[in-house]
């Protein structure tokens, strides 16, 4: 089993910077793929960047050259840098630990509890 945490969000204007990080309990953390998931009040959870156990990323266009996500095994941590955030980027951010196939991210068991990330305009 998997423990995630996130940390990192917050209050920042429109234009703004934020890291969020996803820290894991177990080393076995190198195993798995990473996703950072977001929903807004109303909206479906939507994923919107995922990393592989060996560094490959993907990206969702509504954050393409804003966002960047990376992974540092040796802390069992997970980073989200985000810039340029919009007020549309308000919602709260979730790690999940999965699966990577085929360039294509799998959702797994394991979330954590979420962080808040507030963008005013």
């Known amino acids: 089993q998997v423990q995630l945490v996130e940390s990192g969000g917050g209050l920042v204007q429109a234009g703004g910077s934020l890291r969020l990080s996803c820290a894991a309990s177990?080393?076995?953390?190198?195993?798995?793929?990473i996703g950072w998931y977001r929903q807004a009040p109303g909206k479906q959870r939507e994923l919107v960047a995922s990393i592989s156990r060996g560094g490959r990323r993907n990206l969702a266009d509504s954050v393409l050259g804003r966002f960047t996500i990376s992974r540092d095994n040796a802390k069992n941590t997970v980073y989200l840098e985000m810039n340029s955030l919009k007020p549309e980027d308000t919602a709260v951010y979730y790690c999940n630990a999965g699966t990577y196939s085929s360039s294509t991210y799998f959702e797994g068991d394991y979330w954590g509890q979420g962080t808040q990330v507030t963008v005013s305009s």
């Open positions: 177990r080393s076995t953390f190198s195993f798995y793929a």
